[in-house]
């Protein structure tokens, strides 16, 4: 598997399953996620797929989604 580094570009690991959510639209607004053999998460714009990646641990992402579920980002949107 090619290395897999923050600022990668996106669809510079083929092995790589890219899904984005079901409420995505058809206008590009789309980010879109990868399971990491590690356990990890990569993401991605869909507009812009060999643009860079970001790349967190499973504890990173397990964090985040939790302060998601939690309502801890609400004031977002």
Known sequence: MTA??????????????????????????CVEVAKLPDGGVAVRNSRHSNGPALVFTKA??????????????????
């Open 60 to 77: 990173e992402i397990e964090a985040f989604l939790g302060g998601v579920h939690d309502g801890e980002f609400d004031n977002l949107v």
């Open 4 to 29: 897999i580094y923050n600022g990668m570009p996106g669809d510079s690991v083929t092995e790589l399953v890219w899904r984005k959510s079901q409420r995505s639209g058809p206008s590009g607004n």
